[in-house]
């Protein structure tokens, strides 16, 4: 079955702190993954995205993430976190030919001062 | 980047009325939308994929007859919740698929709707 595990509902850490979120998938084929972020009042929006080539994926606002298909995992990280970055993430599989997207449960992230 | 709007952004109905719900791309053409569900502090569930010019795809679960989407154009689809009860309260999110051919294509989301049936 395929599907998507954030292992983590909330992580709190304080601002330019390292941060690093997880994220499991299981699909039986070479995933399409991407990591999203919600914050109130907005849509989602597109942090980075795997589709192949090199496993380290460099996206917007700092952030990276690094495709391990060893771990069946792909976890979204940043070296130094601003409070900005305070808002849920979602790791996603790209499932159905590029039409169904499969989200994880989300880790929300609170940014202490 | 790509715009995708939604309105209303909130929405208190009485139980029984139906509360009809816009997604729009603004500046693409979008071929393909898809609406989700989101739960309070839950994930987004699929609901539908809807096609320009036909019937909208359910995922299992979706009742059709409940949820009506409509994409009458290019750049608008629509989600009819009919004779809404308050277990319908939910936030929906529509997205549109900008075509670049296979997987270089992105969902773009539109900021979600509030739907709240008293």
């Known amino acids: 079955a395929q599907s998507v595990t954030q292992p983590d509902i909330h992580i709190t850490v304080s601002e330019g702190a390292s941060l690093e979120l997880r994220c499991n998938y299981s699909?039986?084929?070479?995933?399409?993954l991407f990591w999203y972020v919600q914050s109130p009042g907005q849509g989602l929006q597109l942090l980075l995205k795997?589709?192949?080539?090199?496993?380290l994926v460099q996206g917007i606002k700092g952030f990276e993430a690094e495709f391990k298909r060893s771990q069946s995992s792909f976890n979204l990280r940043k070296p130094s976190v601003h409070w900005s970055d305070a808002a849920e993430y979602f790791c996603?599989?790209?499932?159905?030919?590029?039409?169904?997207?499969?989200f994880g449960a989300g880790t929300r992230l609170a940014v202490h001062p | 980047g790509a715009v995708v709007s939604q309105h209303p952004s909130r929405v208190i109905c009485k139980s029984g009325t139906s509360v009809k719900i816009e997604c729009r791309s603004l500046?693409?053409?979008?071929?393909?939308m898809f609406w989700y569900r989101q739960f309070p502090k839950q994930s987004l569930m699929l609901m539908a994929t809807s096609n320009e010019g036909s019937k909208a795809t359910y995922e299992q679960g979706v009742e059709k007859d409940k949820f009506l989407i409509n994409h009458a154009s290019l750049t608008l689809s629509t989600l009819t919740v009919t004779s809404a009860h308050p277990e319908d309260s939910s936030f929906y999110i529509c997205?549109?698929?900008?075509?670049?051919?296979?997987?270089?294509?992105?969902?773009?989301f539109g900021p979600g709707t509030r739907l709240t049936v008293l």
């Open positions: 699909y039986g084929a070479t995933p399409y």
């Open positions: 500046d693409f053409q979008a071929t393909t």
């Open positions: 997205s549109a698929r900008r075509p670049r051919g296979g997987a270089g294509d992105e969902q773009f």
């Open positions: 996603v599989l790209v499932s159905g030919g590029y039409n169904k997207l499969i």
């Open positions: 795997y589709f192949s080539g090199d496993t």
